[in-house]
């Protein structure tokens, strides 16, 4: 099993540009997260989705959108990207909503000038 | 809103010492708490999850604690090696609403 992937492992961008971050897990679950890490601000829900078909917004949406495009798959979206959005973005899956472990993709780290 | 805390922000230690890792919460209302281990460049790694009417839990040199009336929750790390080495993350999930809450994280530098 590959558990949690994610693509690209890095990407810069311009102000404005928009990209959009691929997570894929192969371990059946149902339920899927995008987090951030800031230094100093610890890892920040944007969305996550508790099933196929579904998604919420979690602490810090603004500005991006989600897609669960099948179980397996949940991508992230920047439409237009600003220099604020410069992180590093975590993909995770989870059997069932917050109620079981979680695992976590290696990272997207994402630089917009 | 869920504050989570862990104090240091970074520890060093030389090998084979026992050390205690902390984590605060500022809402005892809470459904469950893990901890995660993240290696630099890396993501991160699940080490315990200890629902709210458990104490503590174990898994080999690792046990974590948890004190929900206080709103605390330790790690404990015994005979710690240089392979320890990694930024240890709690993260709480509260009893209402649908997210987890992390700390910033203890920078653990184990010397050989």
């Known amino acids: 099993n590959a558990g949690v992937t994610q693509t690209p492992k890095f990407q810069v961008l311009k102000t404005g540009q928009s990209m959009t971050l691929q997570c894929a897990q192969d371990m059946n679950h149902n339920s899927m997260y995008w987090y951030r890490q800031d230094p100093g601000m610890g890892l920040r829900l944007i969305y996550y989705s508790a099933s196929e078909g579904t998604t919420d917004k979690g602490e810090v949406p603004n500005g991006y959108n989600v897609s669960r495009l099948n179980k397996r798959e949940f991508s992230l979206r920047l439409e237009s990207a600003a220099p604020s959005q410069t992180s590093v973005y975590f993909c995770a899956s989870s059997v069932l909503q917050g109620a079981e472990t979680q695992y976590f993709g290696p990272g997207t780290r994402l630089l917009v000038l | ?112």
């Open chain 2, 1 to 112: 809103k869920q504050e989570v805390t862990q104090i240091p922000a970074a520890l060093s230690v030389p090998e084979g010492e026992n050390l205690v890792l902390n984590c605060s919460f500022t809402d005892s209302a809470i459904y469950n708490l893990q901890w995660f281990r993240q290696d630099p460049g890396k993501g991160l790694t699940s080490l315990l999850l200890i629902q709210s009417s458990q104490r503590e839990q174990t898994s080999g040199r690792l046990n974590a604690s948890l004190d929900k009336s206080s709103g605390r929750s330790t790690l404990y790390i015994a005979a710690s090696q240089p392979g320890d080495s990694a930024t240890y993350l709690c993260a709480v999930r509260p009893h209402t609403g649908n997210q987890f809450y992390f700390g910033t994280g203890t920078s653990l530098t184990v010397i050989p």
